[in-house]
């Protein structure tokens, strides 16, 4: 469960109870917190765990309803070679 901040996905100009079907249409459950208004509690299926964290879940809801542009990745080469030595003791049995 992630709670989170309408201003977090660019969508401040949006009403709870908008955010709310925001979030169903995306596929997630999502209800207004009944002590503070301002806040939503998303329930995070298990085959989503980019979502887990808020900024991911700002990051996709704000790409999907286009107030953010799709995040960019590059791959870059490690600065030093990384070595793991499996003992014997280890090995499949």
Known sequence: MVFWGRNS???SNLAPEQLDDLGFQYG????VDEHDAELLR?????NR????SVEGLASS???YIG???L???SLRPPHKSTTMLVKQSV???
């Open 9 to 11: 996905v660019g969508a």
């Open 28 to 31: 997630l459950e999502a209800e």
């Open 42 to 46: 998303f329930e995070i299926p298990a």
């Open 49 to 52: 765990y980019d979502l887990l």
């Open 61 to 63: 809801l704000g790409v």
């Open 67 to 69: 107030t953010k542009s």
């Open 71 to 73: 995040p960019v990745f």
């Open 91 to 93: 090995g499949a049995r």
